[in-house]
């Protein structure tokens, strides 16, 4: 059974934008907290950011910071990752993750995982 769902991923060139969407069917994103994370060929996964929803607060790897936004939909129970000025480095597999409570997911500790959603950025 799908726990996560992302979406949104894409081919888009250099300075280009794309947003992510990371939903869950089945449960409310109300009380996690929720991270993306990505892997690029040749890399191990990474975290990017995440948003704890029990207070809105965010967080974002120095990579990404004032580039990309993560932000929540309480209506639509959905996370989404805003990617601006993209660069080749931000190819990658992106996968969101939701851990229940106040504390950001891990690759080793999270509650719930998505499949991924492919990002390619071209020149």
């Known amino acids: 059974e799908v726990q996560l769902v992302e979406s949104g991923g894409d081919l888009v060139q250099v300075g280009g934008s794309l947003r992510l969407s990371c939903a869950a069917p089945?449960?409310?994103?109300?009380?996690?907290?929720i991270g993306w994370f990505r892997q690029a060929p040749g890399k191990e996964r990474e975290g990017v950011s995440c948003?704890?929803?029990?207070?809105?607060?965010?967080y974002y790897a120095d990579s990404v910071k004032s580039r990309f936004t993560i932000s929540t939909d309480n209506a639509k129970n959905t996370v989404y990752l805003q990617m601006n000025s993209v660069r080749p480095e931000d190819t990658a597999v992106y996968y969101c993750?939701?851990?229940?409570?106040?504390?950001?997911?891990?690759?080793?500790?999270?509650?719930?995982w998505g499949q991924g959603t492919q990002v390619i950025v071209s020149s």
């Open positions: 948003i704890v929803n029990n207070d809105g607060a965010t």
């Open positions: 993750a939701a851990l229940r409570g106040t504390v950001c997911p891990e690759w080793h500790n999270h509650d719930y």
């Open positions: 089945g449960f409310s994103l109300g009380a996690y907290a």
